[in-house]
């Protein structure tokens, strides 16, 4: 992912990158080209981390002010959209000054931080960011300006690097694991705002996220121990560990979207341009249950099993796989990618099952988990959420018999799961028997899917639902 720096310093032989998601006015163009540039003091811009961002949050600097950088280090957190990513620096240099502080958020190639390539153009830099009308911090609820489109903008000086997360330890030390040698805690936004009002000290917190970030059930945890060990002290030990303190709600305040929440809004607006229309089937899970006590032992979900038959009922009809995205065409999406909606805290994000219909349920499986644990850890790729081309929600886990979803954006159609309960039915016979049934309502573009096409898919699906032998191969 690229950022944009306005500098005339000559980046010697190296070679920049290009990205698609650069501000109006730049060049997107996909060959390599080198710039002859003349300045020392390069600007910091907040990067594109997805092709919908428009602006992002800063989570936390990983350096300071005065930090020397060496090319490849992470330099800053920005939370886009949907997850968190750490950017890197394409260059060596000095941090010389922080436009926007932690919280803060700037809108898309505007300048966040000033990078000088020596030291002793530290204090020059920092003049220039106090003179710029930019320098001002943001606050969580406002944006930088995007600058004027330059000719000397070149891309790129940092980029996002999602880096693989270590094993985080529990002992305590005298260094906090969340933090850069005890200087800065690193914590997400919603963590650092339940610590504020749950009076938590996030010094005093052990992080369970990425590379040992705190995340808000570490907050949690910490204030449920706080209000237990006070209630243990205050009345005794006979109570032992009573109940743990939910996270405390202010009723009557007025809360800002989140960006995560601020982009599910967006997109729900979106969909109310789309007419839409609903089509319900109930199904039959006896065998599906009984397949799944089988293989659940082996790591098989029941996401995996839904998300497989699913695929494979799309195999048979690639209308109910298209999208139409222009009100004037529709594509046949050349892959089946099942996406299915995660709730995660504050906001929700639907991780892909890439090319469902081609993998085992047992590859699916293992790929899952680690979409759900990369998307709990804010660390999912853009590509890891945005190329669905069908769509499942499944609420049955908590007992919903039946709910209708919400189309997403740019796909065809999506479908809502309930539970699966025993029911009284008649057989051919005559007789009344007991079956495990679900309903299933799906969601439709009718601009390009009609009535007979869902019920044809939906007929298909609770075939290989109800005789699941496919499944396993």
């Not at 092709?51 to 950088?69: A, C, N, P, Q, R």
């Not at 502080?101 to 020596?118: D, F, K």
């Not at 899952?368 to 959420?385: F, G, N, T």
Request: hydrophobic share 40%; proline share 6%; glycine share 8%.
């Amino acid at each position: 992912m690229a950022h944009l720096l306005n500098t005339s310093f000559v980046p010697s032989s190296q070679t920049l990158r290009r990205n698609p998601y650069l501000p109006p006015g730049v060049s997107i163009s996909g060959r390599r080209s080198r710039a002859r540039v003349h300045a020392k003091i390069r600007e910091i811009f907040m990067p594109a981390l997805s092709s919908t961002m428009t602006e992002g949050k800063i989570v936390s600097w990983v350096k300071s002010e005065g930090d020397k950088l060496a090319k490849g280090e992470s330099v800053v957190v920005v939370e886009s959209d949907k997850a968190d990513m750490d950017v890197e620096t394409f260059y060596d240099g000095y941090l010389a000054a922080i436009m926007v502080e932690e919280g803060g958020v700037a809108t898309v190639g505007s300048a966040i931080a000033l990078l000088a390539e020596t030291e002793a153009e530290i204090d020059e830099a920092r003049a220039k960011a106090n003179s710029s009308p930019s320098s001002t911090p943001s606050s969580s609820a406002a944006s930088v300006a995007p600058p004027e489109p330059q000719a000397e903008k070149i891309a790129e000086n940092v980029g996002p690097v999602v880096k693989t997360p270590s094993p985080v330890s529990v002992a305590a030390s005298s260094s906090h694991p969340a933090s850069d040698g005890g200087k800065r805690i690193v914590a997400s936004p919603y963590a650092k705002k339940l610590a504020k009002e749950l009076k938590v000290d996030l010094g005093r917190v052990v992080g369970s996220g990425p590379l040992g970030r705190i995340v808000a059930k570490d907050v949690e945890a910490a204030a449920s121990a706080a209000v237990e060990s006070t209630v243990t002290a205050a009345v005794g030990p006979a109570l032992g560990s009573g109940a743990a303190a939910s996270p405390a709600i202010e009723l009557g305040t007025v809360v800002p979207f989140t960006t995560m929440q601020g982009a599910v809004s967006k997109n729900m607006i979106e969909s109310l341009s789309v007419p839409t229309f609903r089509v319900g089937y109930t199904i039959t899970t006896d065998a599906l249950d009984a397949l799944y006590k089988k293989v659940k032992s082996k790591g098989v979900t029941m996401t995996a099993l839904l998300a497989k038959a699913t695929a494979l009922a799309l195999v048979q009809h690639p209308v109910v796989n298209s999208s139409c995205r222009d009100g004037n065409s529709f594509t046949y999406n050349s892959s089946i990618n099942i996406a299915v909606a995660v709730a995660l805290d504050g906001g929700l994000i639907t991780p892909v099952l890439q090319d469902a219909d081609k993998a085992d349920i047992y590859s699916l499986s293992r790929k899952w988990k680690e979409l759900v644990d990369k998307a709990r850890a804010k660390q999912l790729q853009p590509q890891e959420y945005t190329t669905g081309t069908f769509t499942l929600s499944n609420l049955g886990m908590f007992g919903v018999d039946r709910f209708d979803a919400i189309l997403p954006p740019g796909t065809g159609a999506i479908m809502a799961v309930g539970t699966s309960q025993p029911n009284a039915v008649a057989t051919k016979d005559g007789r009344i028997g007991m079956k495990s049934q679900m309903q299933v309502n799906i969601t439709a573009d009718h601009r390009v899917i009609y009535g007979s096409d869902l019920a044809s898919f939906l007929k298909t699906l609770a075939s290989i639902i109800e005789d699941p032998k496919d499944l396993t191969f």
